[in-house]
C-alpha cells in the first residue's frame, strides 16, 4: 500500500485531533442537519399556502417520483454546512481542508471519472449484459433526458457530502490521532454502514450494510493513495449514477431512474445475486480508479 500522499491529507486535522472533538463534531452534525431540515420545511410553511404546502410535502415524500427524489439527494447537501460549521468551531480549519488541494482533486476526479464512464460504458455494451431479474422501464425516455441535468447535479451533491463527512472529516480526523490504516478505514465503514441499514427488508439488511461497508473501505484506500476527495467523489458519483440514474434496484427509489429492475429486496437470495454482480463491479471500479491515479 502507498499511502504517503495520505499524510499531506490528514495534516490539518492534526492540531486538534482529540476523540472528544470527533465525537462532539459528529453528534453537532446530526443536529445541524435536523435543524437545518426543519428551517426548510418552517420556510416552505411560511410562504406556501396551507394547499401548497400538503401538496409540496406530498411531493417529496416519497422518492419513486422525481420531485422526492431530487428532494431527498438534495437536502443531503446539509451534510457539507454542517461538516464545515463543525469544522470551523471545533478544529480551526475551513471546510477546503476536508477536500485536499483543490486544483489536485479536481484534476484527479475528472481521469478517475473518465475511466470510469469508460468502464460503465464497455461493461454496458459488452455481453453478457443480462440482468439477474427482470427490468422495466421506470421514466419515459424524453422526460428522464431532461430531468437529467438536474439528476446529476443532485447525486452529485449527495456523493460529494457523504465523502466530505466520511472521507474527509471522520477519516481525517481518526487518521490524525491513529497512524493504523485499520482504524482510519474501518471506523468511516462501519458508521457509513450503520446508516445505511434497511429495517424494512429485514435479515437482508445486513448484506446491504456489507456491500456499503466494502465501499466504504475502497473508497477511503483510493482517498489515501490519493491525497485528495476527488477520485473517492468521482467513484462514489459514478456508482450511484448508475444504482440511481440508469438502473435502479431499490423500489423506493426509482423517480429518477431510466430502468427499474423488479426486485424483490427483503430475499436475501435474489439480493445476493444483484449484489454479487455489483460487487465484482465495485472492484473493478477500484481497480480501475487505481490506474487513473497512476497515470
Same mark, same amino acid.
Given at each position: 500500500?502507498? &499511502?504517503?500522499?495520505?499524510?499531506?491529507?490528514?495534516?490539518? !486535522?492534526?492540531?486538534?485531533?482529540?476523540?472528544?472533538?470527533?465525537?462532539?463534531?459528529?453528534?453537532?452534525?446530526?443536529?445541524? +442537519?435536523?435543524?437545518?431540515?426543519? !428551517?426548510?420545511?418552517?420556510?416552505?410553511?411560511?410562504?406556501?399556502?396551507?394547499? !401548497? &404546502?400538503?401538496?409540496?410535502?406530498?411531493?417529496?415524500?416519497?422518492?419513486?417520483?422525481?420531485?422526492?427524489? %431530487?428532494?431527498?439527494?438534495?437536502?443531503?447537501?446539509l451534510l457539507i454546512i454542517a461538516a464545515a460549521m463543525v469544522a470551523n468551531q471545533l478544529h480551526g480549519r475551513g471546510l477546503l481542508s476536508l477536500i485536499g488541494p483543490i486544483p489536485r482533486a479536481m484534476k484527479q476526479f475528472r481521469r478517475?471519472?473518465? &475511466? %470510469?464512464?469508460?468502464?460503465?460504458?464497455? +461493461?454496458?455494451?459488452?455481453?453478457?449484459?443480462?440482468?439477474?431479474?427482470?427490468?422495466?422501464?421506470?421514466?419515459?425516455?424524453? @422526460?428522464?433526458?431532461?430531468?437529467?441535468?438536474l439528476s446529476l447535479l443532485a447525486v452529485f451533491i449527495q456523493t460529494s457530502a457523504e465523502e466530505i463527512v466520511f472521507r474527509g472529516y471522520l477519516q481525517q480526523q481518526l487518521a490524525a490521532r491513529f497512524n493504523h490504516p *485499520?482504524?482510519?478505514? @474501518?471506523?468511516?465503514?462501519?458508521?457509513?454502514?450503520?446508516?445505511?441499514?434497511?429495517?424494512?427488508?429485514?435479515?437482508?439488511?445486513?448484506?446491504?450494510?456489507?456491500? *456499503?461497508?466494502?465501499?466504504? *473501505?475502497?473508497?477511503?484506500?483510493?482517498?489515501?493513495?490519493?491525497? @485528495?476527495?476527488?477520485?473517492?467523489?468521482?467513484?462514489?458519483?459514478?456508482s450511484n449514477t448508475a444504482a440511481i440514474l440508469v438502473v435502479s434496484g431499490d423500489p423506493d427509489l426509482t423517480g429518477l431512474a431510466l430502468w427499474r429492475l423488479q426486485l424483490d429486496l427483503s430475499d436475501p437470495s435474489i439480493l445476493w445475486s444483484v449484489m454479487s454482480v455489483d460487487l465484482g463491479m465495485l472492484v473493478l471500479a477500484w481497480l480501475v480508479a487505481r490506474l487513473a491515479l497512476r497515470r
Open positions: 500500500m502507498s &499511502y504517503r500522499a495520505h499524510d499531506a491529507f490528514v495534516a490539518p !486535522a492534526r492540531p486538534r485531533s482529540e476523540v472528544w472533538r470527533l465525537c462532539l463534531g459528529l453528534v453537532l452534525m446530526a443536529v445541524i +442537519v435536523f435543524g437545518l431540515g426543519w !428551517a426548510i420545511q418552517a420556510f416552505a410553511m411560511a410562504i406556501l399556502g396551507d394547499q !401548497a &404546502y400538503l401538496d409540496f410535502r406530498s411531493a417529496i415524500t416519497s422518492a419513486r417520483n422525481p420531485a422526492g427524489a %431530487l428532494y431527498l439527494l438534495m437536502s443531503l447537501g478517475v471519472l473518465a &475511466y %470510469l464512464v469508460t468502464l460503465y460504458a464497455i +461493461v454496458w455494451i459488452l455481453p453478457p449484459s443480462e440482468f439477474p431479474v427482470a427490468l422495466e422501464q421506470a421514466t419515459p425516455l424524453a @422526460t428522464w433526458s431532461q430531468l437529467l441535468p *485499520v482504524i482510519w478505514i @474501518t471506523g468511516p465503514a462501519v458508521l457509513f454502514a450503520a446508516l445505511h441499514y434497511r429495517p424494512d427488508i429485514g435479515s437482508a439488511g445486513w448484506l446491504f450494510m456489507i456491500w *456499503v461497508g466494502l465501499f466504504s *473501505v475502497i473508497a477511503s484506500d483510493i482517498t489515501a493513495r490519493a491525497g @485528495t476527495l476527488g477520485p473517492a467523489i468521482a467513484l462514489h458519483f459514478a
